[in-house]
């Protein structure tokens, strides 16, 4: 039986900076299923585009793991700002809708300056405690108007479920929050720059996302590649990798999805398992474009109408010209839906027919290249289950001493320099022991 102090489950982000952390003082492997290091902050190369799963963008803000990340790529990246949008009623407003209501028409504008200083003046600015759902907080925060033409609309396109259900603790810092002058400057004024968490990003200049977890995954002796954990039976310490055996480890650490780990988890109270399978995700499908003579200098926008199939579209090659052949653009746009199969061929044709009718391509002979990415488990849903759920989880989990971290092994919506950022501290945990 193979034998290593650490188990690292994973080869994203979150893995491989738990990797970097403990190399050359603690030995470990990372078993990572796929044939690539990075998870979904990867990169696929076809026809001469790079696409990445979805878009994945930098946001820095903690100095020690910035430091990090832009020492890993030794000089290949650009700090951008942002150029986000909103598609609604036919015409462009910038992002955040609720602060840039000046192209909006009249009637609109009136109605959702009027229903967002009724809200701020009946006191209801609060954010809450996370548990209260998404549809009563939005109407209560941002009043009536806002949540009817943007938040609501969009929101349930995105998470595929009753607003009625979703909870709000995933909301800051996500959903920017203006104050009444902002708002009435924005609908009557100039347009509001610098609101939100990712107004200014960092992304590659060169090979797309998967520059980062390849750089991180450049001196990492432990990686393993192509490699699936079966089963594992955390009170023993031991694992079942395919094609390549038994493990015993010390420790664990974990970054694939939480309900998926309990699943292999042998050892696994009832109590536990109830609670990991009361998890909720729903799935996301990425149509990626290589375009000739697309225009738009945007980096992505937003689209809550319904007569668009896609919640998001993006154009990658404007936070890097490199990701495309002269002369064309790689667009990627998100559908999500609540786990059940997409017709791809029926929702590329309302794709590129959403594109054309918002302008961002003219004619479907533009599209040179595409690519269909899933993402099988796309954003973690918030609701009173998963409240409960977690800390039956993760009490059971620190009594076998594993620690499950990053956007799905945390089970939580997240950003990428959070992974980064939790991986490190992962690693720190278990040295200083």
């Known amino acids: 039986m193979f034998k290593t102090n650490i188990l690292i489950i994973g080869g994203g982000l979150a893995g491989l900076s738990a990797a970097k952390a403990l190399e050359g003082k603690k030995d470990y492997i990372i078993a990572e299923r796929e044939n690539r290091p990075g998870g979904l902050a990867a990169t696929v190369a076809k026809g001469g585009f790079h696409f990445d799963y979805s878009g994945h963008l930098l946001h820095l803000r903690w100095p020690k793991t910035s430091k990090f990340i832009l020492g890993a790529l030794a000089g290949n990246c650009a700090r951008i700002k942002r150029d986000a949008r909103v598609y609604a009623h036919k015409r462009w407003t910038p992002f955040p809708f609720q602060s840039n209501l000046a192209a909006m028409p009249p009637a609109v504008k009136s109605e ?32 009536d108007g806002i949540s009817k033409h943007f938040m609501l609309p969009y929101n349930a396109k995105l998470w595929q479920y009753p607003m009625e259900r979703l909870t709000t603790e995933w909301c800051a ?12 400057k924005g609908a009557y004024g100039r347009a509001n720059e610098g609101i939100g968490y990712n107004t200014v990003f960092h992304y590659p200049k060169r090979g797309g996302i998967g520059a980062l977890a390849n750089a991180l995954a450049k001196k990492s002796r432990g990686l393993r590649l192509g490699l699936e954990v079966e089963s594992l039976n955390l009170g ?12 015993n480890f010390k420790r664990l650490i974990n970054t694939m999805p939480l309900n998926e780990l309990i699943a292999k988890a042998e050892d696994a109270p009832a109590a536990v398992r109830r609670a990991a399978a009361s998890l909720r995700h729903n799935t996301v499908y990425v149509l990626n474009l290589g375009v000739k003579g697309a ?15 896609f ?33 791809l061929a029926s929702a590329e044709a309302a794709v590129l027919k959403g594109l054309k009718a918002c302008g961002l391509i003219k004619s479907q002979s533009q599209v040179v290249e595409k690519l269909w990415l899933k ?11 998963r409240a409960k759920a977690l800390p039956v989880i993760f009490d059971w989990l620190k009594t076998k001493r594993a620690q499950s971290i990053g956007r799905y092994g945390a089970w939580k919506y997240s950003f990428m320099e959070e992974s980064v950022k939790e991986g490190l501290e992962a690693a720190e945990r278990l040295l200083v022991k």
């Open 112 to 143: 959702c300056v009027s229903g967002f200083l009724k809200a701020y003046n009946a006191g209801h600015t609060g954010p809450g405690d996370g548990s209260e759902v998404f549809s009563r907080w939005t109407r209560r925060v941002l009043g």
């Open 295 to 309: 225009k738009s200098d945007m980096h992505w926008g937003y689209f809550p109408g319904e007569e668009f199939p």
């Open 375 to 385: 993402i099988p488990c796309a954003y973690v849903i918030y609701n009173r289950e």
């Open 173 to 184: 810092p996500f959903v920017p929050m203006p104050k009444p002058e902002e708002v009435i």
């Open 311 to 343: 919640y998001r579209a993006g154009i990658a090659t404007n936070f890097a010209k490199s990701l495309a052949p002269r002369g064309c653009a790689s667009f990627y746009i998100e559908i999500a839906t609540a786990g059940e199969a997409l017709d």
């Open 236 to 247: 023993k310490g031991t694992a079942d990798i395919r094609y390549f055996g038994p493990v």
